[in-house]
C-alpha cells in the first residue's frame, strides 16, 4: 500500500520533478512514523541525482579563521620585519597576524636591567643607596604600587619581604630608613607606618643576634 502524494506539496528549494519518492509504510509502522521518515532535505545535483543536504558544510562554510593568509593586504606584512619596541627582538609572522596586542606588556627583567644600568651611572651615589633605589623601584613595579595610599602598605610589604637582607647590611639598613624619612617628609608616609617597620627590623635583628629567641 502506498501512500499518495499531494502534487502541490513540494519541497521550496526542490523542482516539481526532482521529488523523492514518498515513504513505504509497513504492517508495524504508522503513518506518523513514515511522514518523520520522509520529512528530508533534498539537493539537486547537476547530473539529477538528488542527495541529502549535508548540514555539516554550513557549518564548515560559517567557520571563519581569524586571519586569511593569502590576503593581498597582508602581502606587506611578508616582504617587511617588525620589531617590538621595548625588546627589540625581531616579531614572527604569527605574531604580526594575531590580534594579541603586547605593546603594553611589561617584562619585569627588563626592566629590572634597565634600572641598574640607570642608577650604575650616578658616580657620586654610594652602592648601599643604588642597591636600595633599585630594590623599591622594582618592588613598586610588580607590585603595582600606583596610587600615593598604597605606600604605607607597600613600606610594611617591602620590610618584610627584605627584612633579613636589611639586617644583614646596616648600611643598607639605613638608607631605607632615609628613604622612608624622605616619603615621610613628602606626606606620602605616616609615622605609625615608620615605627611598626622599625620594630619588625628590630626583631629580625634580635632573632640574629641570639636565635634562641626565635
Known amino acids: 500500500m502506498t501512500v499518495p502524494v499531494d502534487q502541490d506539496i513540494v519541497e521550496p528549494r526542490s523542482p516539481r520533478n526532482t521529488v523523492p519518492p514518498p515513504a513505504q509504510m509497513t504492517e508495524s509502522g504508522s503513518s506518523k512514523d513514515a511522514q518523520d521518515g520522509s520529512v528530508v532535505d533534498y539537493v539537486p545535483k547537476e547530473n539529477g541525482i538528488n542527495v541529502p543536504e549535508r548540514t555539516a558544510l554550513q557549518s564548515d562554510r560559517a567557520r571563519k579563521l581569524p586571519v586569511d593568509l593569502d590576503d593581498p593586504s597582508l602581502a606587506l606584512l611578508k616582504k617587511r620585519e617588525f620589531f617590538h619596541s621595548?625588546?627589540?627582538?625581531?616579531?614572527?609572522?604569527?605574531?604580526?597576524?594575531?590580534?594579541?596586542?603586547?605593546?603594553?606588556?611589561?617584562?619585569?627583567?627588563?626592566?629590572?636591567?634597565?634600572?641598574?644600568?640607570?642608577?650604575?651611572?650616578?658616580?657620586?651615589?654610594?652602592?648601599?643607596?643604588?642597591?636600595?633605589?633599585?630594590?623599591?623601584?622594582?618592588?613598586?613595579?610588580?607590585?603595582?604600587?600606583?596610587?600615593?595610599?598604597?605606600?604605607?602598605?607597600?613600606?610594611?610589604?617591602?620590610?618584610?619581604?627584605?627584612?633579613?637582607?636589611?639586617?644583614?647590611?646596616?648600611?643598607?639598613?639605613?638608607?631605607?630608613?632615609?628613604?622612608?624619612?624622605?616619603?615621610?617628609?613628602?606626606?606620602?608616609?605616616?609615622?605609625?607606618?615608620?615605627?611598626?617597620?622599625?620594630?619588625?627590623?628590630?626583631?629580625l635583628e634580635s632573632q640574629r643576634a641570639d636565635p634562641k629567641q626565635s
Open 86 to 203: 621595548q625588546k627589540a627582538q625581531r616579531m614572527e609572522l604569527d605574531v604580526l597576524y594575531s590580534d594579541h596586542d603586547s605593546e603594553d606588556e611589561l617584562d619585569h627583567d627588563v626592566a629590572d636591567f634597565e634600572d641598574r644600568t640607570l642608577l650604575g651611572g650616578f658616580s657620586d651615589v654610594a652602592e648601599e643607596e643604588k642597591r636600595i633605589m633599585h630594590m623599591w623601584n622594582s618592588f613598586k613595579r610588580r607590585q603595582r604600587i600606583l596610587a600615593d595610599g598604597h605606600v604605607p602598605w607597600a613600606c610594611e610589604a617591602f620590610t618584610h619581604q627584605h627584612g633579613q637582607e636589611l639586617v644583614q647590611n646596616p648600611r643598607l639598613r639605613w638608607c631605607w630608613r632615609v628613604l622612608m624619612i624622605k616619603l615621610w617628609n613628602h606626606g606620602l608616609l605616616n609615622g605609625r607606618t615608620m615605627n611598626i617597620c622599625n620594630k619588625h627590623l628590630e626583631v
